[in-house]
């Protein structure tokens, strides 16, 4: 029960715990996957905040889905699709997402209090332009605008990494 209690997030879904330990055995622990902003750079976290509020006052709402997520945490989803089940999702080993270093975070808007993936109709592809546009008003980048490996949901800050990743 050591792991359940020592999730800084408090309760945690059961196959999230058991992923956990099967991966806290390969790499030793690790394994956070964060919602909060507070767990984001202090900078982002504001612009993040800024953004938020302004998407409420043009009466978008909107969740955020993912701020960071340690390496090993990285690790296993690049693991998905790959060596275990499951779809692709990333593209990023480990340390290889700005997620990984505070300073990206994913978000999906909202309507009607559901959570709107689809970005191929007219109506959604608007929506996810419109909280793009917030976006970058508040200095995000929005990875909705890349060429290769756009993702609609992510917004990064990498000013602070002129070099690349870290690591
Ligand atoms: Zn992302």
Same mark, same amino acid.
């Given at each position: 029960m050591q792991e359940i209690t020592e999730c800084k997030n408090g309760l945690i879904g059961f196959s999230y715990w058991v992923a956990s330990l099967i991966l806290s055995n390969i790499h030793g622990g690790g394994m956070i996957s964060s919602r909060k902003l507070?767990?984001?750079h202090p900078t982002v976290s504001k612009m993040a905040a800024d953004f938020l509020a302004k998407a409420e006052s043009e009466g978008i709402d909107v969740l955020v889905t993912s701020t960071y997520r340690d390496i090993d945490a990285q690790d296993a989803l690049y693991a998905q699709?790959?060596? #275990?089940?499951?779809?692709?999702?990333?593209?990023?080993?480990?340390?290889?997402?700005w997620h990984n270093w505070r300073v990206a975070f994913d978000v999906v808007p909202m309507r009607n209090g559901k959570?709107?993936?689809?970005? #191929?109709?007219p109506e959604n592809f608007e929506l996810w332009k419109r909280i793009g546009g917030i976006g970058k008003s508040v200095g995000l980048e929005w990875a909705?605008?890349?060429?290769?490996?756009?993702?609609?949901p992510h917004f990064q800050r990498t000013k602070d990494y002129p070099n690349g990743f870290p690591r």
């Open positions: 507070s767990d984001l699709g790959r060596s #275990k089940p499951g779809k692709i999702v990333t593209n990023a080993r480990g340390g290889k997402s959570p709107i993936w689809d970005t #191929k109709t909705g605008d890349w060429k290769t490996f756009r993702e609609y």
